[in-house]
Every structure is written in structure tokens, then in C-alpha cells.
Nanobody, 124 residues
Framework: QVQLVESGGGLVQAGGSLRLSCAASGRSFNNYAMGWFRQAPGKEREFVAA????????YYADSVKGRFTISREIAKNAVYLHMSSLKPEDTAVYYC?????????????????WGQGTQVTVSS
């Protein structure tokens, strides 16, 4: 059974940085697509960033491009989201997601496995 566990959220001032972690377990993720999504109160879950486990190819939403970096650490079965130059509009619950796939996936409906989420709050 695939399990994804996020950590690293918290309260940060605008302009600050945070690194979110997603610990993945339950199988080999060598052929998995992994993604980060976020959901603010009253809004739909939106795509943030994605990475292919094999090869490390990445893709970002325009709203975070140049500020966020997604990466994976194969030896630790972990995916990270390093967020910098944070803005109040980045405030949301951030979710890690995964699916067996050879591509980069940007739709929430495309992912099979989800973590429980971690809260990120950016104060102005």
C-alpha cells in the first residue's frame, strides 16, 4: 500500500522560505509521477509542481515558477518542495500526490495516491 506523508508546513512571513517534504513508502517509485498540489479555503485544489521519479524532469504552475523548486531524493524515497519568496496568496494546505506514470501529470484527477496535507500560512 502506497503511503505519502507530508511535513514541513508552518507559519512564515511574506518573502520567507519553507521546504515541504513528502515521505513515500509502500513500493518502488521508480516509474512514478509525483506532484504537489494546494488547496486554499473555498477554492479548488490546484496544481503546483510535478516531477518524474525517473530522470527528475519537472514542471511548474505559472504562479510558482521561479519561486518554488520540486525535487526528489531517490535514496530516501522523498519528494521536496522548496518554496521561496512566499506570498500571502500561497497560503493553503499542500498535498503530495503520486501515480504510476511515464509522464508529467498536472491534473489532480490523474493521481491515485495522496498524503494528508500540511498547512502553509504566509503572513503579510
Amino acid at each position: 500500500q502506497v503511503q505519502l506523508v507530508e511535513s514541513g508546513g508552518g507559519l512564515v512571513q511574506a518573502g520567507g522560505s519553507l521546504r515541504l517534504s513528502c515521505a513515500a513508502s509502500g513500493r518502488s517509485f521508480n516509474n512514478y509521477a509525483m506532484g504537489w498540489f494546494r488547496q486554499a479555503p473555498g477554492k479548488e485544489r490546484e496544481f503546483v509542481a510535478a516531477v518524474r521519479w525517473r530522470g527528475g524532469r519537472t514542471y511548474y504552475a505559472d504562479s510558482v515558477k521561479g519561486r518554488f523548486t520540486i525535487s526528489r531524493e531517490i535514496a530516501k524515497n522523498a519528494v521536496y518542495l522548496h518554496m521561496s519568496s512566499l506570498k500571502p496568496e500561497d497560503t493553503a494546505v499542500y498535498y503530495c500526490a503520486g501515480r504510476l506514470s511515464s509522464g508529467i501529470l498536472t491534473g489532480a484527477y490523474e493521481y491515485d495516491y495522496w498524503g494528508q496535507g500540511t498547512q502553509v500560512t504566509v503572513s503579510s
